[in-house]
């Protein structure tokens, strides 16, 4: 059974910097084609796609959102982050990561929960 | 960047009736298309990918047709179950999702 679950800070203040965890079972991504992405849903912009790494270490990430995006992983302990720097209130947005069984950009099979992040003074 | 049109914006429907969701991309996109259900409070769920193949477990009166720019997720005999919003993702360039259809029963 595939199962993401994200965490992180719930709220903080704007140019401070996000970092999110996203945990997961039931695939491993040192298997071969396997991916996470990072995606964010806001009432205003809808549902927008962050970034993405494989299994053999490949990112890529959205380029309106690039200079400020880092994503990694921890295979070992099957995790996933993302970082976000210069928060703004604008970012205030549900974050998903999601799990992709394709070697390059492709569809998400299974998603998180989500974890609501706040930007505020 | 891919855009994507998705229309209509809200659908209302009877149950047992059918009923069609349409994406329009901004060039081909070559079928590197998926559409996912959102119930209200919870994350997107994966129906369709690649335009026409149902993921596993999704049921049968749901299915995904198109080419080229022009897509659409008809659902068939609509159960209240499937009230949710509609979304769908490309993928052929750096993804982009529709702005979503919310669905409701009549």
């Known amino acids: 059974q595939v199962t993401l679950k994200e965490s992180g800070p719930g709220i903080l203040q704007p140019s401070q910097t996000l970092s999110l965890t996203c945990s997961f079972s039931?695939?491993?991504?040192?298997?071969?084609?396997?991916?996470v992405g990072w995606i964010r849903q806001s009432s205003g912009k809808g549902l927008e796609w962050l970034a993405n790494?494989?299994?053999?270490?490949?990112?890529y990430y959205n380029p309106s959102l690039k200079n400020r995006l880092t994503i990694s992983k921890d295979t070992s302990n099957n995790q996933a982050f993302l970082k976000i720097t210069n928060m703004d209130t604008a970012d205030t947005a549900t974050y998903y990561c999601?799990?992709?069984?394709?070697?390059?950009?492709?569809?998400?099979?299974?998603w998180g929960q989500g974890v609501m992040v706040t930007v505020s003074s | 960047d891919i855009q994507m049109t998705q229309s209509p914006a809200s659908l209302s429907a009877s149950l047992g009736e059918t009923v069609t969701i349409e994406c329009r991309a901004s060039e081909d996109i070559y079928n590197g298309l998926a559409w996912y259900q959102q119930k209200p409070g919870k994350s997107p769920q994966l129906l369709i990918y690649n335009a026409n193949s149902l993921h596993t477990g999704v049921p049968s009166r749901f299915s995904g047709s198109g080419s080229g720019t022009q897509y659409s997720l008809k659902i068939n005999s609509l159960q209240s179950e499937d009230v949710a919003s509609y979304f769908c993702q490309q993928y052929y360039n750096y993804p982009t999702f529709g702005s979503g259809t919310k669905l409701e029963i009549k």
């Open positions: 999601a799990r992709s069984p394709n070697w390059e950009l492709g569809y998400f099979d299974y």
């Open positions: 790494i494989w299994w053999n270490d490949d990112k």
């Open positions: 039931g695939f491993s991504l040192s298997t071969y084609g396997m991916c």
